[in-house]
């Protein structure tokens, strides 16, 4: 009992912990400020979904998280973003180990072109991760089990990821990100190209994955935010325009901009 107490005490501990932080962030493609100074927390655990209309930043400022912005020609961040404490944009920062830590799962499923196996293999194999073919295996097995695939894939690893409906491909690519023990997953619109009953599968691992992962997630799906997430933030033109709790931005929303989104008065 004292054990199931003191696990519950760190679980709202971990909860209670500031996982990724952003100070001030703004975005720049040339010339051009696409996120106006961007400060906010996400905590260890949770789920945040990123909503607002198309072209407010959301996917810009989601890249940040994992730098994935420096892969863009032209486009510069300033401001802080740590993770536990640690600057992702210091020059020290081995960017290969920051997107393991903060994996990162795209609209549309995008599986090597290998097999179930080597897709989710590749990652830990890169880091170095299984020192044997038997400790591979349970780590694919392992995040297959994870993103609730393993059942449907099982008795076919060799076959190619492509040759997967696609929200088992998204699922592998779930798989994919979590072999390599990150701490935080960011999802771009990631049921945006699935049908209504693989992105109800893939809503209800979210809620799952959330036990071991801080999850940010884009949306354009007002249920989906509602259903998935914990606190929303809701973006305007590159500016964060207010953040809460999930509930607070769909019955209490203290600005008017986010009352007319989520209300569908425009977007
Ligand atoms: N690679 C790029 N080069 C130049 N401008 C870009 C680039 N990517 C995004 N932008 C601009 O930055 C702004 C924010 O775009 P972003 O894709 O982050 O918005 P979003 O909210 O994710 O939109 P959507 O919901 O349509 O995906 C837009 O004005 C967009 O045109």
Known sequence: ???????????????????????????????AE?????????????????IGPSGCGKTTFLRCFNRMNDTVAGARVTGTITIDGNDIYDSKMDVVLLRAKVGMVFQKPNPFPKSIFENVAYGP?????????????????????????????????????????GGQQQ????????????????MDEPCSALDPIATGIIEDLITRLKQDYTIVIVTH?????????????????????????????FMLPKQKRTEDYVTGRYG
């Open 171 to 186: 699922r592998l690519c779930i798989a994919r990100a979590i072999a390599v023990s990150p701490d935080v997953i960011l």
């Open 221 to 249: 799906n007002m249920q989906q935010a509602a259903r998935v997430s914990d606190r929303i933030a809701f973006f305007h033109l590159g500016d964060l325009i207010e953040m809460g709790t999930t509930e607070q931005i």
């Open 125 to 165: 194999r890169l880091h170095g991760l299984a020192p044997n073919k038997a400790a591979l295996e349970q780590i694919v097995e392992q995040s297959l089990r994870h993103a609730g695939l393993w059942d449907e894939v099982k008795d076919r690893l060799d076959v190619p990821g492509t040759a997967l409906s």
């Open 34 to 50: 696409a996120l106006h100074g961007v400060t906010m927390d996400i905590m260890c655990n949770e789920v945040v979904a990123f």
């Open 1 to 31: 009992m004292a054990g199931a107490v003191a696990a519950k005490r760190s679980a709202v501990a971990a909860a209670d912990k500031v996982k990724l932080s952003a100070r001030e962030v703004r975005v720049f493609y040339g010339a």
